[in-house]
């Protein structure tokens, strides 16, 4: 349990270019990788797509050691649903609020000293205005729930995640697998879990062995898999073995081979380029308003 790192949270995109300049030049994350492929992902990557997408992976640093973030964008559709899954990313960075201010990009002062900002397509990202000491600036991924004792229970007892904060009356839970990773917050909604079509996947790295014990475990306590272990191939890059599972509220969770994932993950200096380069290439925008079309509505 202790080698178990979380990894990233996967968000759909419709509008790479808008959502590329927010990550990049607002967050002043980097480009540590882009992927493309031609076909849909056998584990569900990209959603319930079967054609062309990619994958881009941005951060504060290496995947190694980074919480990071990755956009997956499905050619031909333009938006996604929100729903109450999502409920916020929360990270450390007084230069990314100073960028917001300077670009113009909306910021609302929920907290002292705490900006919201949203991110093309809705999603929610809280700044603390303060110089980052941490290594990663990246502190926790907050996910909606309908039920925090059952939700609690399922991490830390069939994941293996130790409880950092419990507080019953706002209603909240903050979960890990190490002091030094990005945390997990659980909130209740006040009612049921509603995932949209924008709905994301969380993902964690574990011992390439500890795989099948986590599909017996969940096997046997009656628990929903979604993909079962699985082998998935980038072309040029490693192989990694996953198993998807999904918790009480159904959102969505990787594991995914540690030693495997370590050598795919490594960064691509030229992932800047490979992203631009896809984005000039998409023509796709421009032939939709030749067409006097809008992109498909997911």
Known sequence: MAARRALHFVFKVGDRGRSARFYRELLGMSVLRHEE?????????NGPYDGKWSKTMVGYGPEDNHFV????????????????????LTLVSSQAVSNAKKMGWPLKEVTAGVFE???????????????ELRQDPVLKVTLGVSDLQKSVNYWSDLLGMKIYEKDEEK???????????????????????????????????????????IEVLMKKENQKI??????????????????ILADPD???????GDEAFRDLSKVDPNGDR?????????????WFAAQKMKKASA
């Open 250 to 256: 159904g959102h969505e969770i990787c594991f995914v």
């Open 117 to 131: 900002a949203e991110a093309p397509g809705g999603y929610k990202f809280y700044l603390e205005d303060k110089e």
């Open 274 to 286: 490979l992203l631009d380069d896809a984005m000039a290439a998409d023509g796709s925008d421009k």
């Open 171 to 213: 209603q909240r839970a903050l979960l890990g697998y190490a002091d030094n990773q990005c945390k997990l917050e659980l909130k209740t909604v006040g009612g049921a879990v509603d995932h949209g079509t924008a709905f994301g996947r969380i993902a964690f790295s574990c011992a390439k062995d500890e795989l099948p014990d």
């Open 69 to 88: 973030a990755e956009l997956t964008y499905n050619y031909g559709v333009g938006e996604y649903r929100l729903g109450n899954d999502f409920l916020g």
């Open 226 to 243: 979604l993909t079962p272990l699985v082998s998935l191939d980038t072309p040029g890059k490693a192989t990694v073995q996953v198993i």
């Open 37 to 45: 492929f031609e076909e849909g992902c056998k584990a569900t990557c």
